[in-house]
């Protein structure tokens, strides 16, 4: 029995080809694969942890600034913002290339900083 088209010229059967069930988004995929919660709860963490991490750095700079308004008077903001980009240029020129062959980025990005820690808490 031949199709018979409908208003639209399109056939039956074709009409019934065009409404497919909708594909899934690959972040839908990754939510329903067994044992995405463990992965999403240490995603969760790790975005916590570089959070506090530029907190603490906000508030030592901040710190920084009244210590230093002691000794240089109302430029101790351009003192203590000047240190902090040349420690950003100066650590991003030296290790730019380690970070960049890393197999474990995050476990590099994890020693920098308990090493960056460890030296703001010597001062």
Same mark, same amino acid.
Not at 7 to 36: D, L, N, W, Y
């Given at each position: 029995?031949?199709?018979?088209?409908?208003?639209?010229?399109?056939?039956?059967?074709?009409?019934?080809?065009?409404?497919?069930?909708?594909?899934?988004?690959?972040?839908?995929?990754?939510?329903?694969?067994?044992?995405?919660?463990?992965?999403?709860?240490?995603?969760?963490?790790?975005?916590?942890?570089?959070?506090?991490?530029?907190?603490?750095?906000?508030?030592?700079?901040?710190?920084?600034?009244?210590?230093?308004?002691?000794?240089?008077?109302? /430029?101790?903001?351009?003192?203590? &913002?000047? *240190?902090?980009?040349?420690?950003?240029?100066? %650590? +991003?020129? $030296?290790?730019?290339?380690?970070?960049?062959? /890393?197999?474990?980025?995050?476990? &590099?990005? *994890?020693?920098?900083?308990?090493?960056?820690? %460890? +030296?703001? $808490?010597?001062?």
């Amino acid at each position: 029995m031949p199709d018979r088209p409908d208003i639209m010229g399109k056939s039956k059967r074709s009409a019934r080809r065009t409404f497919k069930t909708p594909r899934k988004t690959p972040t839908e995929v990754i939510g329903q694969a067994p044992g995405s919660r463990g992965r999403r709860d240490a995603r969760r963490l790790v975005l916590l942890l570089f959070f506090l991490s530029g907190a603490c750095g906000l508030v030592y700079q901040v710190v920084w600034t009244r210590m230093l308004t002691q000794v240089f008077g109302t /430029s101790a903001v351009g003192v203590v &913002l000047a *240190a902090c980009m040349s420690g950003l240029a100066l %650590g +991003s020129w $030296l290790l730019g290339s380690l970070a960049d062959c /890393s197999h474990s980025p995050l476990r &590099l990005y *994890a020693i920098l900083e308990v090493g960056g820690t %460890g +030296s703001e $808490l010597a001062l």
